[in-house]
């Protein structure tokens, strides 16, 4: 059996009728093969090697090397989807650029604005990430239609939805509007015709993940997919002067899906948190290029959708027992500027185990363990033999050192059966040598304070505030706000 091949030229060879079928299908198969080449890339940070590593040596991942395959033989210069989008200006004075009247566009969503600086920046990339079913698409999808009751054009990119389940979406959260377009589409190529022919002010890709370009031979979600179709996009915002937000993935990790490359092209990077298990989700801002960082946004999810939280300390503080047990604490935390009052409790037993354990929970486990030293070498507890259990209630994450205090009280009144007054609040930062640091933002702590109805307030002595709202105890050490504090059961 023979088999011709015409019109094949590799290497100035020309292959013509062979009766050695091995033969020819060696040829064909070398022919093939010199097109391509493969590529091993860490799906954590993208760094590529030639050959799989078990360890990446950039950012210390095990088991993260996928292969990717690419063709030698890439497009000409001319064919390229972002070579259209080449920046042709010229260099220009600061002093005579001028800005537009409406360099933001308001969503309507006063927590969502919070988070953004103030709203969405015309031609801005924002990238909002979270856990599944934590309610990114219903949040975007919420704020398109009030986007739209605005006059705004919208297009939704549905990659991970059809056109009928996203419409069963949107009549569950009430939203019908004509200025709403739905794109049930995964071809980068398509969506760039679609964004050109209809020109709209915001766009909504849902998910970066589930986009893939023709240009990259590789499926969808791999590092290069995601590098290029983000590269795509970022050119697109920034030439149109179209506002796009992009949903992304998060690992089992709570890092971003993709290399890390992703969150340094973008604009904006918001996490959404919170225990899908419960009613309550939270906004933070990662990175925004255009306000400030600290800032939290708070909403609770209902059946018709995400609602925002006006009053979050009445949300953190409405299942709190108004009897004073061993082992909890109010502090006041501060997220951007906004002051929240949350409880942290804290259980101390005699463990059954060698080794005691420290299980906290929305407390970073090394600053408890700092906590703790402090509590036995200056305040003289023995918990060595015993097991601690912190838990910050309403499943916030507390980073701040101004809950140090709390942390401490907490773990002290529940070792000594003593309690905290149920109407005093905490403040402070421990050092190591047991003093208790001054905070940021005092007055704006204990003027939340006094609204919510508390009548003491335990404060660094270095904070020196003028304060008739609230009954202030000002402390020097730990032991001190042991001693001003606790009562006995």
Sequence with gaps: MGVFLSNVNSDSKHLTYSSDLTEVLRLYYNLLMAKVRSKWICTECGYETAGYLGKCPECGSWGSFQEEFQYAQKPAINNSPVNEFVNTEKPALLKD????????????????????????????????????????????LQTSGELCKSNKKVLYVSAEESASQLKLRAQRLKINSDNLYVYPQTSMENIKTEIEDILPDVVVIDSIQAIYSQGVASSAGSVTQIRECCNLLMHIAKTKNITIVVIGHVT???NIAGPKVLEHMVDTVIYFEGDKYKSYRMLRA?????????????????????????????????????VAVPGSAIIVTNEGTRPLLVEVQALVGTTPYPTPRRVTNGVDTSRLLQILAVLEKRVGLNLSKQDVYVNVMGGIEVDEPSADL????????????????????????????????????IEKRLNEAAASGFKKAIIPYANTTDFDKIEIVRVKRLIDAITACVTPV
């Design 406 to 441: 709390g942390i401490a009280l907490a773990v002290a009144t529940c070792a000594r059966d003593v309690v905290v007054d149920s109407q005093t609040v905490i403040i402070g930062e421990i050092g190591l040598s047991g003093e208790i640091h001054p905070v940021s933002n």
């Design 97 to 140: 650029i001028h800005i537009g009247d409406e360099v933001r566009v308001s969503t309507n969503i006063s927590e969502f604005d919070r988070i953004l600086g103030g709203g969405l920046v015309q031609g801005s990339l924002v990238l909002i990430a979270g856990d599944p079913g934590i309610g990114k698409s219903t949040i975007l």
């Design 286 to 322: 990662m990175k925004n290029r255009f306000g400030n960082t600290s800032e939290v946004g708070i909403f609770e999810m209902h059946s018709d959708g995400l609602r925002e939280v006006k009053n979050p300390n009445e949300l953190f503080l409405n299942e709190r027992s108004q």
């Design 252 to 254: 089992k990790d709570g």
